[in-house]
Nanobody, 125 residues
Framework: QAQLVESGGGLVQAGGSLRLSCAVS????????MGWFRQAPGKEREFVAA?????????SYADSVKGRFTISRDNAKNTVYLQMNSLKPEDTAVYYC?????????????????WGQGTQVTVSS
């Protein structure tokens, strides 16, 4: 079992940056493929980015964030990060990190086994 705790959300102006962190405790962090998802009010949860287990050599991004967001992991700190640059008002959402015990870098939230409680990101225009 893994416990995930996100941090780093907040209010930022359009064009600004934020870095989200997700600390994972429990089973060895390096065994998990990690993902970030987000959910805006009245919308379904959507994929943002994912990084494979182990060294994190494989990543995947939603088209809407490609080139602006970067996912990374630090296995020594049991933490996955989401660096968000050039933020837009449409990036406003609750951001969740998730852990998947498989090797697959999945965009499907149903594939992920463990979830954090979420952190709010609000981008003002």
């Amino acid at each position: 079992q893994a416990q995930l705790v996100e941090s780093g959300g907040g209010l930022v102006q359009a064009g600004g940056s934020l870095r989200l962190s997700c600390a994972v405790s429990g089973r060895s962090f390096s065994f998990y493929t990690m993902g970030w998802f987000r959910q805006a009010p009245g919308k379904e949860r959507e994929f943002v980015a994912a990084i494979n287990r182990g060294g994190g050599s494989s990543t995947s991004y939603a088209d809407s964030v490609k080139g602006r967001f970067t996912i990374s992991r630090d296995n020594a700190k049991n933490t996955v990060y989401l660096q968000m640059n050039s933020l837009k008002p449409e990036d406003t959402a609750v951001y969740y990190c998730a852990a998947d015990q498989s090797w697959i870098v999945s965009r499907q939230y149903s594939n992920y086994d463990y979830w954090g409680q979420g952190t709010q990101v609000t981008v003002s225009s």
